[in-house]
């Protein structure tokens, strides 16, 4: 998608008192088309660019529907350009722009805002919402290997915490692995320790890999038990989220 400038749009400056501002009129001149659009034939200038999506990207109509983008369409397309161009290779207000809209890592955020900074912007692009997905029905033993739960993920959003409980304490540790698209998105996953009921309580905490706490909206989740512990029995788990308004 790209954002066209009307050039050849009529001013309506007999609808406005001392006439149509400019503020006003360059607004309704901005147009998000597709990528084959004709701005020749409809005498317009591609003004494209990741700063211009950020600026302009909430306030511009589709041609195709006369709407407004939702935060999702801005950030996928945001997400587009600077993958195409690589954040090493962005400009320095580029840079800003990638990280404000979460389209690039931790690492790359940090190098231009704070964690503050990053918190503010998140609380604007995301709202919070649970969801719950049960690995296994209270078994006597819980299974081991993937296929026990698969979600095509509703919305996309950014993982805040996730928490695996068992129905019944296992006697042994068990393991738990959570894969989007088929790889997992842990460098240390998920544990509960024996004779613990979550892994809130676990010696060692999971990490969630840098850029892996985000999970796009039709993305395939499942859930993987590689350690079942002894006489453990109806593990879940809940994802806390922050999803993108959409």
């Known amino acids: 998608?790209?954002?066209?400038?009307?050039?050849?749009?009529?001013?309506?400056?007999?609808?406005?008192?001392?006439?149509?501002?400019?503020?006003?009129?360059?607004?309704?001149?901005?147009?998000?088309?597709?990528?084959?659009?004709?701005?020749?034939?409809?005498?317009?200038t591609?003004?494209?660019?990741?700063?211009?999506w950020d600026s302009w990207g909430a306030t511009i109509c589709k041609d195709s529907d006369g709407c407004n983008l939702s935060l999702v369409e801005i950030?996928?397309?945001?997400?587009?350009?600077?993958t195409a161009k690589t954040f090493a290779s962005?400009?320095?207000?580029?840079?800003?722009?990638?990280?404000?809209?979460?389209?690039v890592s931790k690492t790359d955020r940090d190098t231009v805002h704070s964690d503050a900074e990053q918190a503010a912007f998140s609380n604007y692009l995301y709202c919070y919402a649970d969801i719950l997905i049960a690995v296994v029905t209270p078994t006597p033993t819980m299974p081991v290997g993937v296929g026990f739960t698969r979600e095509y993920w509703p919305y996309s959003c950014r993982i805040e915490?996730?928490?695996?409980?068992?129905?019944?304490?296992?006697?042994?540790?068990s393991d738990i692995d959570v894969l989007v698209d088929g790889v997992s998105i842990f460098t240390t996953r998920i544990t509960i320790d024996a004779n613990e009921?979550?892994?809130?309580?676990?010696?060692?905490?999971y990490v969630i890999a840098d850029g892996?706490?985000?999970?796009?909206?039709?993305?395939?989740?499942?859930?993987?038990?590689?350690?079942?512990?002894?006489?453990?029995a109806g593990s879940g788990i809940t994802f806390k989220v922050k999803k993108i308004d959409e």
């Open 197 to 205: 009921s979550t892994n809130t309580t676990a010696a060692t905490a």
């Open 212 to 232: 892996k706490e985000y999970i796009n909206k039709g993305q395939k989740v499942e859930v993987e038990v590689k350690t079942a512990g002894t006489d453990a």
């Open 1 to 44: 998608m790209k954002i066209a400038r009307l050039d050849g749009l009529a001013r309506q400056d007999d609808l406005f008192e001392g006439g149509e501002s400019d503020p006003h009129y360059e607004n309704r001149q901005r147009l998000a088309v597709d990528d084959a659009y004709d701005f020749g034939g409809n005498a317009a």
């Open 75 to 82: 950030r996928d397309i945001i997400d587009i350009l600077v």
């Open 161 to 173: 915490e996730m928490i695996s409980d068992l129905i019944t304490q296992g006697t042994t540790l």
């Open 46 to 52: 591609d003004v494209s660019s990741i700063e211009n």
């Open 90 to 103: 962005c400009t320095a207000g580029e840079k800003i722009v990638a990280s404000k809209w979460f389209v």
